[in-house]
């Protein structure tokens, strides 16, 4: 709801004439388009560019999908797909040359803390839009773990991932219907028990 209101708002700013049931018709529809760009890159950045198309075109059809991406449907799951992906692709995995899978986050690649803050960003998106966030908090820190398991793990990776897990938490922490199930809840333990061991393993 927030999200139509604000695109309502800067649209009416920009003297765009448009009524809030027009914007929350078309909103699924419009971030429909968004997850299939985001799936683009992110399975570009996994693979290829020709996977990356077909990526896009499978969630474009996929039946699941759909049926909460068509125009008047209004409901989380229309935006929170989109934020899931764009997170996940800021959290990027890339590919090396020769066939060789470098399993590299690009916040992690470049140990540049931007990165690590957009996703940050889209992950609190996520938070605010669906409950269906634990996705995210779960799978990052496996995506750690399994760095480590490969002996892949450097400072930059300490970087990126303790960036994301601090900011990432106290920004999910500012939605209301979160609160401070973050800190005591068991699904978000593996998120912290990989904080601390990568703190453990970096003194």
């Not at 971030?31 to 969630?59: D, P, R, Y």
């Not at 049926?67 to 449907?73: F, H, I, K, N, P």
């Not at 797909?81 to 020769?98: C, K, M, N, P």
């Not at 669906?130 to 970087?159: A, C, D, T």
Request: charged share 10%.
């Amino acid at each position: 709801m927030v999200t139509a209101g604000l695109i309502h708002y800067v649209l009416n700013l920009l003297h765009i004439t448009v009524h809030i049931r027009d914007v929350c018709v078309f909103l699924a529809p419009v971030f429909s388009g968004l997850t299939a760009i985001s799936t683009f890159l992110l399975t570009k950045e996994l693979w290829n560019h020709g996977a990356g198309l077909l990526a896009a075109c499978f969630i474009a059809i996929v039946p699941g999908y759909i049926s909460r991406s068509v125009a008047g449907s209004f409901d989380n799951e229309g935006i929170a797909i989109f934020a899931l992906q764009f997170t996940y692709y800021l959290w990027r995995v890339e590919t090396g040359g020769l066939g060789q899978l470098e399993k590299e986050v690009k916040s992690v690649k470049t140990g540049s803390v931007f990165w690590a803050i957009g996703c940050c960003l889209s992950y609190f998106y996520m938070v605010s839009a669906w409950g269906g966030y634990v996705f995210i908090i779960n799978l990052i820190p496996l995506h750690v773990f399994v760095l480590m398991l490969m002996q892949r793990y450097s400072k930059r990776v300490y970087i990126a991932y303790s960036t994301f897990y601090i900011v990432g938490l106290v920004l999910s922490m500012q939605i209301p219907f979160v609160g401070f199930q973050p800190i005591r809840t068991s699904e978000h333990m593996a998120a912290a028990g990989k904080s601390h061991s990568i703190s453990f393993q970096s003194s």
